[in-house]
Nanobody
Framework: VQLQASGGGLVQVGGSLRLSCAVSGSISSIEYMGWSRQAPGKQRELVALITSDGIIKYVDSVKGRVTISRDNAKNTAYLQMNSLKSEDTSVYYC??????????????WGQGTLVTVSS
């Protein structure tokens, strides 16, 4: 299973970016998809998560500015980030919890995509 994240880049404070994460491979079902981030010298934190049941969670610092969504047909998750702040600067990682056709559960991570918010 591979996760391909894209959409990072350089944006000014107040700007917007949309990250995408496409999951491919031998997958029976996806239980959840999420985005985490890690800034230099800081621990990785969960930014947003969306489950197969449509349950959505956000870290408090992004509520009202960030929207997570998914396209089940494409096994792709999106993270729309608006009103970006300098403290949003991080490497963003997507991950997914999925089941293979033997119903084994796995948690997989993609490569990070860098988001830099400049003032």
């Amino acid at each position: 299973v591979q996760l391909q994240a894209s959409g990072g880049g350089l944006v000014q404070v107040g700007g917007s970016l949309r990250l995408s994460c496409a999951v491919s491979g031998s997958i029976s079902s996806i239980e959840y998809m999420g985005w985490s981030r890690q800034a230099p010298g800081k621990q990785r934190e969960l930014v947003a998560l969306i489950t197969s049941d449509g349950i959505i969670k956000y870290v408090d610092s992004v509520k009202g500015r960030v929207t997570i969504s998914r396209d089940n047909a494409k096994n792709t998750a999106y993270l729309q980030m608006n009103s970006l702040k300098s403290e949003d600067t991080s490497v963003y990682y997507c991950n997914t919890g999925y089941r293979d056709y033997a119903r084994n559960f796995f948690d997989a991570w993609g490569q990070g995509t860098l988001v830099t918010v400049s003032s």
